[in-house]
């Protein structure tokens, strides 16, 4: 069982930038792909960026990207979540997930591949 712990939560203030992090212990970490989500107040769960297992491959749903960053260190057993230039609707819960399940460039960021999740970070944006 793979067990993922996510940073805490964040306040920001619009423009500046925030990493979350991700790291997985008790099973592989790094041959599993990490996906990142987010739900926001009044708005629909939603999948924002991947990366494969090797951290070669990354992917941003369009509405994201340039404005996050995916990386990964897996000799640290950590992923990462970089947001730059932040605005108030990216206020939401971040959530990471890990799975056998490829993260590939065009392909549809799926919830139901991941087994495996971290409990959420409070992002919150406001000047």
């Known amino acids: 069982q793979l067990h993922l712990e996510q940073s805490g939560s964040a306040l920001a203030q619009p423009g500046e930038s925030l990493r979350l992090s991700c790291t997985g212990s008790?099973?592989?970490?790094?041959?599993?792909?990490v996906a990142w989500f987010r739900r926001a107040p009044g708005k629909s769960f939603e999948a924002v960026a991947c990366?494969?297992?090797?951290?070669?491959?990354?992917h941003y749903v369009d509405s994201v990207k340039g404005r996050l960053t995916v990386s990964r260190d897996n000799a640290k057993n950590t992923a990462y979540l970089q947001l730059i230039s932040l605005k108030a609707e990216d206020t939401a819960v971040y959530y990471c997930?890990?799975?056998?399940?490829?993260?590939?460039?065009?392909?549809?960021?799926?919830?139901?591949?991941?087994?495996?999740w971290g409990e959420g970070t409070q992002v919150t944006v406001s000047s």
């Open positions: 008790g099973s592989a970490f790094d041959t599993r792909a």
């Open positions: 990366v494969s297992a090797r951290g070669g491959v990354t």
């Open positions: 997930a890990a799975d056998y399940t490829p993260c590939l460039e065009g392909r549809t960021i799926v919830a139901s591949d991941y087994g495996n």
